[in-house]
């Protein structure tokens, strides 16, 4: 482990795990192409679908999910809506709000897309959790030896 010595940090780990996280997310990116559809599209349609009960599906979530800004969700948004995978409402509650909702066909091609990935997370998930598992264990090693350093100072002080 030279290469942590030297510098406080695994670099190795952290390639490794960056490595297979980009294996799985372009199996993802090609899954999407495959059904269709853009991988910034069948994206938006997991982070719709998947949110959790106590959120509402918005603009302004769905960019916060994709971690983009609101007029590019805005514009993703109408690309899907013009594709039939999602539509707009207003809510209920607040008519000012806009509600996403995935359609029948959107709903389709999620499981398209999402089948495949459930297959390789039993493939290669355990071989992703061992690689972050790996820059953890490094990470924490140089902030427990500088805490060790705080109280050795403090107690002779």
């Avoid at 998947?50 to 948004?77: C, D, F, K, N, Y």
């Avoid at 209920?92 to 990935?117: C, F, M, N, S, Y």
Wanted: glycine fraction near 6%; proline fraction near 3%.
């Amino acid at each position: 482990m030279r290469n942590f010595a030297k510098t406080g940090f695994d670099y190795r780990a952290l390639a490794e795990f960056r490595y297979e996280v980009r294996r799985f997310q372009n199996l993802s990116e090609q899954a999407a192409r495959a059904a269709g559809i853009e991988p910034q599209q069948y994206q938006a349609l997991l982070a719709v679908k998947g949110l959790p009960a106590s959120s509402s599906a918005t603009v302004g979530m769905l960019a916060e999910r994709l971690q983009i800004q609101h007029h590019s969700a805005v514009e993703l948004v109408d690309r899907l809506e013009t594709h039939g995978l999602l539509k707009r409402t207003r809510s209920r509650k607040d008519r000012r709000q806009v509600l996403l909702r995935l359609t029948g066909h959107g709903e389709e091609i999620l499981r398209q897309v999402a089948l495949p990935h459930r297959a390789e997370l039993r493939s290669s998930g355990r071989t992703i959790l061992r690689a972050l598992q790996t820059v953890m264990a490094h990470t924490a090693r140089p902030r427990a030896n500088s805490r060790r350093g705080r109280r050795t100072r403090r107690a002779s002080a």
